[in-house]
């Protein structure tokens, strides 16, 4: 009787140890860190924010550029940062574009806590860009017109909790429009917004491929 009660405890304790050691020897899988999108602006890293964008753009859906480059961030940012394993927060909707410019610009200078408490939402981390360069070219030939219009953005990964930029990344975007029509009404400086989106998207996906390379 107390041998099999001891073969018993011996066989209980022996699954235990398994399972404890089975466990200890599992990686656990990482909690993915929350990343808010506050947004872009013009307003900040210099170089295109002295030009009026809404000269220089044409646009067909007569939105404003710099709102349209809003939704193009969010919509790049919250796919691409979705696969870097980062849960991306849209939080570009909470506020207009002139309050927004004044919430990168804080976000610039460190001030978390200002952002957090318009948006409502604290995750780990806050991303913001700034539209660091914004040229057009014309060039005019026999045969065609030929307008490019090159971006060049930042971006900034900023702690939530201290305010301390952790990730910087530049992404440049180059594209062009040709044959453009070069009525009486027509400005040689003109870009269509498929150009603009386009310079946009070839910028931030530079800049997410280093982001997933860092994360």
């Known amino acids: 009787m107390e041998r099999k009660l001891w073969r018993a405890i011996c066989k209980n304790v022996f699954w235990v140890l398994s399972l404890t050691l089975w466990f200890l020897g599992t990686p656990v899988a ?3 860190y929350s990343i808010g999108l506050v947004g872009i602006s013009a307003a900040v890293q210099g170089g295109g924010s ?8 044409d646009m067909k859906s007569r939105r404003d550029p710099i709102e349209y480059a809003q939704d193009v961030f969010t919509e790049i940012m919250m796919v691409q940062l979705s696969g870097s394993g980062l849960d991306p927060i ?6 207009d574009n002139a309050r927004r410019d004044e919430l990168i610009l804080q976000l610039a200078q460190g001030d978390t806590n200002t952002v957090v408490k ?6 780990d981390y806050l991303v913001y860009g700034g539209i660091a360069n914004f040229t057009v070219s014309h ?12 971006t060049d953005l ?4 900023v702690d939530a ?13 180059k594209s062009s429009t040709h044959d453009v029509d070069m009525g009486k009404n027509a400005k040689a400086d003109k870009i269509s917004e498929e150009a603009w989106h386009d ?4 910028a931030l996906t530079q800049i997410n491929e280093k982001i997933k390379k860092a994360v």
């Open 30 to 32: 990482s909690a993915n």
């Open 154 to 157: 930042s971006v900034r990964i």
């Open 199 to 202: 310079s946009l998207e070839k």
């Open 161 to 173: 909790a201290t305010g301390k930029v952790v990730f910087v990344a530049t992404g440049k975007g």
């Open 118 to 123: 318009q948006f409502r939402i604290k995750p």
């Open 90 to 95: 849209d939080m570009t909707e909470r506020a």
């Open 50 to 57: 002295n030009l009026n964008f809404s000269n220089y753009i």
């Open 139 to 150: 060039r005019e030939s026999m045969v065609s017109n030929n307008i490019s219009v090159e």
